[in-house]
């Protein structure tokens, strides 16, 4: 159990995990592939969605790493504090768009998966706001991020290596 010192009278800032493996070094191939797969994936998805995917995704897979270079990409292609921060609680704002929500509830369906995989009416409702071309890549960015999340957090990539 973690205590915290209440006689401490710093602000400095907690240091990040310990970095356990790197894998662009120890598996450049790998890596390679999984920059490839995030590539296909997002060619032709609407930017902003993309973003907004990729950011609800790594909240909820906890990936800090992700979440903070997404947010900066986000904010660099125009997106609002408000819009950003307002993901965690994506449902209860009115910032965000028919597409955008089922995006979103798309990639929280996809990444917690649970007895009985993603409901029908979620797909549909994706399917049916994102035409033909575009609703694979939705599809495919949901499935990537949720990988490159699972390396973020498995090997312990904080923001602090972005800064």
């Known amino acids: 159990m973690t205590t915290i010192d209440a006689t401490a009278t710093t602000d ?25 797969l995030d590539k296909a994936a997002a060619a032709g998805l609407d930017p902003v969605v993309r973003e907004l995917v990729r950011i609800r ?9 992700c979440v903070d270079k997404h947010s900066a990409d986000a904010r660099a292609l125009g997106l609002t504090e408000q819009k ?5 609680v994506w449902r209860e704002t009115p910032f965000f ?11 929280e369906a996809v990444t917690r998966l649970g007895d009985h995989g993603v409901p029908d009416a979620t797909y ?3 399917a049916a706001l994102f035409d033909a071309e575009e609703f694979p ?19 312990r990539l904080s923001p602090a290596l972005r800064h």
């Open 12 to 36: 400095a800032p907690v240091p990040a995990p310990a970095p356990r493996i790197n894998l662009r070094e120890k598996a450049p191939d790998f890596y390679a592939a999984m920059g490839a």
């Open 57 to 65: 995704v790594s909240q909820l897979n906890g990936c800090a790493y």
């Open 84 to 88: 950003i921060t307002g993901l965690t």
């Open 97 to 107: 768009t028919a597409r955008e929500r089922a995006a979103l509830a798309l990639a």
């Open 124 to 126: 549909d409702e994706a």
């Open 137 to 155: 890549r939705l599809l495919a960015m949901c499935v990537t991020m949720n990988a490159w999340n699972r390396i973020g957090v498995t090997c």
